[in-house]
């Protein structure tokens, strides 16, 4: 007889894998197939909570997906939750990029692939753009976020300054900022 | 480049990926290319790689290079270390502060790292495009001509085209970049 604490924590293991599995190309179709999991065939968590993980994820540093499932796994089976269900969202990807590395030098020797991924380069550069492109539309709420968006690009690109300064500069900002709106409300 | 380095090199890139796996592009491009060891070329085809296949962009991203800085266990210690500041940054917060996200010092300082996570990642496509779309020699020509001379034409009007196809029908990156490589190899 398997104990029940053993079981859940295979199960959070394989339903995370499975995310992981199936989230390509970024994480939006993660938060679907975690509601279907965690509040419709299980009654894990409501659904004003998981938003509200998913909200503390997206605020929190890291990869959202681990972050998420960190706290999913830690609600149901504390440190162990956690960490069965962070190893299962990242086991994918480790062993399909493992497979693919393994095999990509010999297949960049090739002429034709060589050209291929002349092309897949100009296809990343449109993705990027565009999803830049939404990201600048949902972000982009003050004057300040525009001069901070700018002057960020500004710095790295043709000030050559490293991006972790930055970041923390722009924290700081924001929370002097904060502050002072506080402070005079 | 020891383990330890690599390992550490990405425990700092998980803790400032913020707001998105978008946001782990510059910080990798400065750790990994800036520090010397990939060209922006391969780093980029990494990032394709990344998009097109399972999982967390960032955790593809660490996977991927360090197996090619440091092979199979180089690929898992650079996972584990991208992974380790949202692990025990979460179990934080799970444990102690459920009202994180809520709290005004740190909607503050996420609006201030979000604005500056944009023009970062606006940074990262910039040079992305440049050697795509930009590789061409200037042979020390000015304004106009300078340009002319710097673009590849036929990766511009590959730009230009699958641009506006993402404009009016934005579908899954994997679509993207399997119609480049074929598009590449056809007309590159």
């Known amino acids: 007889m398997i104990p029940e604490v053993t079981r859940e924590l295979v199960l959070l293991y394989t339903m995370f894998f499975r995310i992981g599995l199936f989230s390509i190309g970024g994480g939006y179709v993660m938060l679907p197939m975690l509601r279907v999991e965690v509040t419709e065939k299980r009654d894990w968590l409501s659904v004003p909570e998981l ?3 998913y909200a503390i994820s997206q605020a929190t540093p890291g990869i959202i997906s681990v972050n998420i499932a960190t706290h999913v796994g830690f609600k149901r089976r504390g440190v162990a939750g956690a960490l069965a269900a962070t190893a299962g969202v990242v086991m994918p990807s480790v062993i399909v990029i493992l ?3 393994i ?4 297949l960049r020797a ?3 692939v060589a050209r291929a991924f002349a092309g897949i380069r100009v296809a990343v550069a449109v993705l990027l753009t565009g999803m830049l492109g939404s990201l600048v539309r949902k972000g982009w709420n003050t004057a300040v976020d ?6 960020a690009f500004g710095l790295v690109v043709f000030g050559d300054v490293s991006p972790i300064p930055l970041i923390i500069g722009a924290g700081l900002v924001g929370y002097l900022l904060g502050r002072w709106r506080r402070h005079r409300a | 480049m020891t383990l330890y380095v690599l390992f550490f090199m990405f425990v700092q890139i998980g803790l400032f990926t913020i707001g998105g796996g978008l946001a782990t592009l510059p910080l990798l491009k400065e750790a990994a290319v800036d520090g010397g060891f990939l060209s922006l070329g391969e780093f980029i085809d990494m990032v394709a790689i990344s998009q097109s296949t399972p999982g967390p962009i960032g955790v593809n ?4 290079v360090g197996y090619r800085l440091e092979g199979i266990l180089g690929g898992v210690i650079a996972t584990v270390g991208i992974i380790a500041p949202s692990l025990l940054i979460s179990m934080v917060i799970a444990r102690w502060m459920r009202n994180y996200a809520d709290h005004p010092t740190v909607q503050s300082i996420m609006t201030g790292i979000r604005a500056c996570a ?3 990642i606006a940074s990262a496509a910039w040079f992305i495009l440049r050697e795509a779309v930009f590789t061409g020699d200037s042979g020390g020509a000015t304004g106009l001509e300078w340009l002319v001379a710097l673009t590849d034409i036929r990766a511009l009007v590959l730009f230009v085209l699958m641009g506006a196809v993402y404009v009016f029908k934005p579908a899954w990156p994997v679509v993207y970049i399997v119609v480049g490589g074929v598009l590449g190899v056809l007309f590159l």
């Not at chain 1, 095999?103 to 010999?106: E, G, K, Y």
């Not at chain 1, 525009?146 to 002057?151: E, F, I, K, Q």
């Open chain 1, 103 to 106: 095999f990509l030098p010999a």
């Open chain 1, 51 to 53: 938003l509200d993980y």
């Open chain 1, 110 to 112: 090739n002429v034709v």
């Open chain 2, 61 to 64: 991203l660490a996977t991927i």
């Open chain 1, 99 to 101: 497979l693919i590395a």
């Open chain 1, 146 to 151: 525009v001069v901070l968006t700018v002057a």
């Open chain 2, 118 to 120: 944009l023009g970062l």
